[in-house]
Nanobody, 115 residues
Framework: QVQLVESGGGLVQPGGSLRLSCAAS????????MGWYRQAPGKQRELVAS???????NYADSVKGRFTISRDNAKNTVYLQMSSLKPEDTAIFYC?????????WGQGTQVTVSS
């Protein structure tokens, strides 16, 4: 069983930055992929960014150039560095991890961008 714990969410002003962390209860070295989804009120959950075991990354068009995903295998943690935040980035952000058998989810962390 894999447990994922997100942290780093909060309230930030437009143009500000936040760094989300997703700590796994097991080694992430062999995870096929990890990443972040987000869900805004009244909207479907959407993929924000992902990173494979080989380090390849993928981003939603809406966050390219503003968000950066990275992983630290030694700390079993994946990060999402978010910059130039906009009000439309307001959402609950969920971390996920893909093993050979299934996908695991974190509990989510709220990000609110507002002045």
């Amino acid at each position: 069983q894999v447990q994922l714990v997100e942290s780093g969410g909060g309230l930030v002003q437009p143009g500000g930055s936040l760094r989300l962390s997703c700590a796994a209860s097991v080694s992430i070295f062999s995870m096929n992929a990890m990443g972040w989804y987000r869900q805004a009120p009244g909207k479907q959950r959407e993929l924000v960014a992902s990173i494979t075991s080989g380090g390849s990354t993928n981003y939603a068009d809406s966050v390219k150039g503003r968000f950066t995903i990275s992983r630290d295998n030694a700390k079993n943690t994946v990060y999402l560095q978010m910059s130039s935040l906009k009000p439309e980035d307001t959402a609950i952000f969920y971390c996920y991890a893909d093993t050979l058998y299934r996908r695991y989810w974190g509990q989510g962390t709220q990000v609110t961008v507002s002045s």
